[in-house]
């Protein structure tokens, strides 16, 4: 067979503000690669079948002087994050031919594994608040049961459903009858934690940036209250709604002042993101921590890394009971084709889509 194409999408440049496809991310479709005969030296090769655009990718676009959470993206390899990958063919022993594999992997169609763009970071060169974020572990996967389709893998049994379902284990503390609110309530994580907290008794209050969006969330997830942040002010919802006894916060900003404002005492603040600051906004000032303490409020600083080894197994558990019954609602907007997994990224930083974006690079049963 001849050799075929093997398009890669690039880091190309350090965005200053919203990253822009074709500038800070480069489609490249240069390289060919000979899939019967390229040798596999003991391991295996892959084609991508999808890939999760995520929010993180865009703190991992720095200049790597900055330390952050994750370690610095490389500039001129491939974009590295969540992907869905079928195994064309093997040498290693563990891994079959046919089998689905998900983990952090290179935006491209082909991938012999070991990677060779894999770069190791030297023993205590990193901060120890720093994960490496090149080197995902590759778990074999299978369809979710209920009739899932393989689009439905990330949103649930990827980043999303795990931070959403463990961070509330960890420390949402949920007592039947609290009050919740959630905002981002119908993207990935948010729609996730929605659910988690009904099956928990919970009234749910959520905002989120469409009234396609807020009219999912009453209708289709069954929130008690829903509202578009954008036309409605966040301190007279939670005038009306709150007060809340947890706040599930993926925005920060003045969000969380208004928040903290309507926080019960005792109340849970779980931080899970601070997306008003990821594309070079101006941060804002928060002006109402004092309630903190006035009101004994427990913020929790959370990253899923750190609470995987002790949650993964309860979690399968009952993520898959819930499936299984028909319980538990997925919400996918899908995208096809890897010159397009830039802009579905960008796009879902800010907010054109409802539930987790997924891209489809290439069909699972072929
Ligand atoms: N700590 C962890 O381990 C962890 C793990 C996974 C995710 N996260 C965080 O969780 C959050 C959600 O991630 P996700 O994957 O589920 O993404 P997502 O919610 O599917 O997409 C991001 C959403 O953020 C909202 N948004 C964008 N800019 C905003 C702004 N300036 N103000 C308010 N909302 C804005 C948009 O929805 P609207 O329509 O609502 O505007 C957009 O759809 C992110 O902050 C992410 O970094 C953290």
Redesign the pocket.
């Known amino acids: 067979m001849a050799p075929v194409p093997n398009p890669r999408v690039l880091f190309a440049s350090i965005p200053s503000g919203y990253p822009v496809p074709g500038e800070n991310t480069k489609y490249d479709d240069s390289e060919k690669i000979d899939l019967e005969n390229i040798e596999l030296k003991g391991g295996y090769i892959t084609r991508t079948v999808l890939l999760s655009p995520?929010?993180?990718l865009r703190?991992r676009m720095r200049d790597p002087s900055i330390v952050s959470y994750g370690t610095p993206m490389r500039m001129g390899l491939p974009i590295i994050g969540p992907g869905l990958m079928k195994v064309l063919r093997s040498e290693d022993p563990k891994i079959k031919e046919g089998e689905f594999l998900y983990g952090t992997i290179p935006w491209q169609l082909y991938i012999v594994h070991p990677w060779d763009g894999w770069k190791p970071y030297p023993p205590g060169s990193l901060p120890d608040y720093t994960v490496d974020m090149d080197h995902g572990i590759f778990n074999k996967v299978e369809k979710l049961p209920g009739g899932k389709d393989w689009t439905s893998l990330p949103g649930v049994v990827g980043?999303?459903g795990m931070?959403a379902w463990m961070?509330l284990k960890e420390h949402g503390d949920l007592k039947k009858g609290e009050t919740i609110y959630i905002?981002?309530?119908?993207?990935?994580?948010?729609l996730m934690v929605c659910q988690f907290a009904k099956f928990a008794g919970l009234k749910v209050i959520a905002?989120?940036?469409?009234d396609e969006?807020v009219k999912y969330l009453l209708e289709e997830i069954g929130v008690d209250h829903a509202f578009n942040?954008?036309t409605t002010n966040v301190d007279a919802a939670l005038s009306k709604w709150g007060p809340i006894d947890v706040y599930w916060d993926?925005?920060g900003?003045p969000?969380l002042d208004a928040a903290i404002l309507h926080c019960k005492v005792n109340a849970r603040i779980i931080a899970?993101?601070?997306?008003?600051e990821?594309?070079g906004?101006e941060k804002y000032g928060v002006k109402n921590l004092a309630w903190l303490f006035k009101k004994r409020i427990k913020i929790y600083?959370?990253?899923?890394?750190d609470l995987i080894p002790k949650w993964l197994g309860p979690f399968f558990e009952e993520v898959y009971k819930l499936l299984s019954e028909g319980k538990l609602k997925t919400r996918e907007h899908i995208v096809h084709g890897l010159e397009n997994a830039d802009t579905a990224w960008v796009d879902?930083?800010?907010?054109?889509?409802l539930?987790?974006?997924v891209v489809v690079i290439s069909d699972a049963d072929a």
């Open positions: 995520e929010p993180w703190e980043i999303a931070t961070a905002s981002t309530g119908a993207g990935a994580v948010g905002s989120t940036g469409s969006k942040y954008k993926n925005v900003g969000t899970c993101g601070y997306i008003t990821y594309n906004q600083g959370i990253l899923l890394p879902m930083l800010q907010g054109k889509h539930g987790k974006t």
